[in-house]
């Protein structure tokens, strides 16, 4: 049965920096897309980054590049989020999903497994 399980969220200050680990279970989920979305409350999930089947490309939200990085280790079966210079409008459950099939990076539909969320919450 695949699994993910997000870690490593919680609260932090403005500006202050978080990483979430996504560790997957069940197969080996190197051969798969990864990606990070996001929900905050009343809005829809949005897409935060991916990456690529071979892994050798990622994709970022326009509004994160440069504050957020997407890494996996194919070793561990683990994907990362390094989250930096946050700010009060990251909060949110992030979400780490995976697929195995092709599809577009950014909607959360096209992904066919997903994690139970992890909580980060930004203050002013």
């Known amino acids: 049965q695949e699994q993910l399980v997000e870690s490593g969220g919680g609260s932090v200050q403005a500006g202050g920096s978080l990483r979430l680990s996504c560790a997957a279970s069940?197969?080996?989920?190197?051969?798969?897309?990864m990606g990070w979305f996001r929900q905050a409350p009343g809005k829809e999930r949005e897409f935060v980054a991916a990456?690529?089947?071979?892994?050798?490309?990622?994709y970022y939200a326009d509004s994160l590049k440069g504050r957020f990085t997407i890494s996996r280790d194919n070793a561990k079966n683990t994907v990362y989020l390094q989250m930096n210079l946050l700010k009060p409008e990251d909060t949110a459950v992030y979400y780490c999903?995976?697929?195995?099939?092709?599809?577009?990076?950014?909607?959360?539909?096209?992904?066919?497994?997903w994690g139970q969320g992890t909580q980060v919450t930004v203050s002013a």
């Open positions: 999903a995976a697929r195995a099939t092709s599809g577009s990076y950014y909607i959360a539909g096209a992904y066919a497994y």
């Open positions: 069940g197969r080996t989920f190197s051969s798969y897309a």
């Open positions: 990456f690529s089947w071979s892994g050798g490309s990622t």
